[in-house]
């Protein structure tokens, strides 16, 4: 969204500190001045990035409206600090900008009268390196369901209805939009100039008459406890994945379409590259040409994991009556071919592109390398009319690491049958468990947990899990101080998802023990409850 515009904003946003003002309030610094709120540090760490407000023109093309030249005014109510950003532009937009200070909480508020026609963005970045993990690997909760995105890949845009966690490493960063106060947008910015996630409150202005919007989000810093935030940079410190690049022979095309396969069609292009000083373009007028693609094959290991990428631009890109496969446009499509270069398998297509579009990223993301396939085969397509051109093509080479959870790294337990966990793996079929110690064991299983089934003796262990096919994980050790005798393990419940029609359902409960089971003095509690149970 409006990405040239934001790029241009955070550039004039840098030139704006030498005349900033700076507040600073509790763990908070708000750098701020004539354009709005520059920046935000707390606890003296980068936080976020220029709030900026802006009314753009239809489809982008300009903005009518932003906050730049605004009046500022710093009020305080007992332990309440309110900046006050005023801007109006006559025949465009009024914007009265608050963002208050209160606690670990700041509330960025846009109360907007727009009278020009456009879309209304109010930006708030969050700057990548006060979440993102030193290997890359981003954390995230929105409206409760987790999130996980691993080092070279990123999120589709999603839109909150009650909040965005994301999880650093000892604190989280809570966004919260204010309920009823617009639409927003979470949306990952990090290969931009200044690497951010972004949320963003939208609205649009019709341009008959003056329609009034007030976007407001919150913006919460939660520290976790010493013990918590240990724990987590235990489990969310550990490597997800290792990249390597794969011998892609001149894949930005600064030497012409050396290496590549291609037909009259396909030109050396040095008026836009994406990088460098050129790029590949195709042309296709009509449906008859059979020249619709630029290929080049690149040796691979057998069952490894690829993944392939490129930036592509479009002009008139319009599908073509009587070609095959109109739905594909213009795209990135990965293949396979035998070890005597026959293709051999079909793989994976990037979104096709229609009409058309500046520079952006497509992907094929994470295909496995069939056992017999000695190469893989990039195509840069166009299945259609019009023109699209490509540059720096990568492809690159993904090693997952099994992550483990518990028991944690250096912890003393008073239980001789620990319950081992880890994270699922997707591709898995089986997970393999070994413990050395003096009671050592390796094991087989399909489950994401493991208990041994005989009671572990007192000493020193390590542990290790390795997942299908994945890298080994991280090696863990504990010391297991109870008896090994002694029943320190309560049972273990299995509990089979079911519906309930009415009240008076049942829920059956499986229980498993050693030790055995005593039945007339098992208890059931719900919500702190006790219930009935026979």
């Known amino acids: 969204m409006a990405l040239r515009w934001s790029v241009l904003a955070f550039l004039l946003a840098a030139c704006s500190l030498a005349q900033a003002d700076e507040l600073s ?36 093309k300009g903005a009518h409206f932003s906050l730049g030249g605004c009046e500022v005014k710093h009020e305080q109510t007992g332990e309440v600090h309110r900046l006050i950003f005023t801007r109006d532009v006559p025949d465009k937009a009024k914007c009265v900008g608050t963002l208050e200070i209160e606690g670990n909480r700041l509330r ?48 589709e845009p999603y839109y909150p209805t009650e909040e965005v966690r994301l999880r650093a490493l000892d604190h989280d960063i809570v966004l919260r939009p204010v309920p009823a106060q617009g639409r ?8 931009e100039q200044v690497s951010s996630a972004r949320i963003i409150g939208l609205a ?63 030109l050396l292009d ?17 449906a008859a040409e059979q020249s619709v693609y630029i290929t080049q094959q690149v040796p691979i290991t057998p069952g490894a994991r690829y993944e392939v990428s490129c930036k592509l631009r479009a002009e008139d890109v319009k599908a073509a009556e009587g070609m095959r496969m109109t739905c594909v446009g213009a795209a990135l499509i990965l293949e396979w071919a035998d070890r005597d270069g026959k293709w051999k398998y079909s793989g994976a297509y990037s979104a096709g592109t229609f009409g058309s579009s500046d520079w952006k990223t497509v992907t094929c993301e994470e295909l496995i390398a069939p056992g017999d396939a000695g190469y893989a085969i990039i195509f840069l397509a166009l299945r259609a009319t019009g023109t699209a051109w490509f540059d720096d093509v990568e492809l690159t080479e993904i090693k997952r690491h099994t992550v483990i959870t518990s028991p944690l790294d250096a912890v003393a337990l008073r239980d001789n049958r620990p319950l081992f966990a880890w994270l699922a793996e997707p591709m898995a079929e089986e997970y393999r468990i070994a413990c050395r110690g003096p009671g050592g064991f390796e094991a087989a299983t399909k489950e994401t947990t493991y208990r041994p089934p005989k009671p572990l003796p007192p000493g020193e262990y390590e542990w290790q899990v ?69």
Request: charged letters at 20%; hydrophobic letters at 40%.
């Open 184 to 191: 927003w947008v979470f949306q990952d910015r990090r290969r």
């Open 204 to 266: 649009t202005s019709t341009g008959q008459g003056v329609t009034r919007v007030v976007p407001a989000i919150d913006i919460v810093v939660e520290p976790l406890a010493p013990e918590e935030a240990r724990a987590r940079k235990l489990v969310l410190g550990q490597q997800r994945v290792t990249i390597s690049d794969a011998p892609v022979v001149n894949a930005g095309f600064e030497g012409g379409l050396d290496g590549w396969s291609h037909g009259a069609n396909a």
């Open 25 to 60: 309030v509790s763990s908070w610094t708000v750098t701020y001045g004539p354009s709005g709120v520059r920046s935000v540090a707390y606890e003296g760490k980068p936080l976020l990035g220029p709030l900026d407000v802006n009314l753009y023109q239809p489809d982008y």
């Open 270 to 286: 040095e008026t836009n590259p994406a990088e460098g000083s050129a790029c590949a373009r195709l042309e296709v007028a009509s």
């Open 466 to 534: 390795t997942a299908g096919t994945a890298e080994p994980s991280v090696t863990w050790r504990f010391t297991q101080t109870a008896p090994q005798d002694a029943d320190t393990t309560g049972p273990d419940l299995t509990i089979a998802p079911q519906s309930f029609t009415d009240a008076k359902g049942e829920l059956p409960v499986g229980a498993e023990d050693l030790s055995g089971v005593d039945w007339p003095k098992v208890r059931l509690t719900l919500d702190g409850k006790e219930t009935t149970a026979k």
């Open 108 to 155: 960025w508020t846009a109360a907007m009268e727009m009278i020009a026609p456009g879309p209304l963005e109010v930006h708030v970045p969050i700057l990548a390196e006060a979440f993102q993990s030193d290997a890359g690997d981003v954390f995230f909760t929105i409206d409760g369901r987790e999130q996980e995105v691993v080092r070279g890949h990123t999120w």
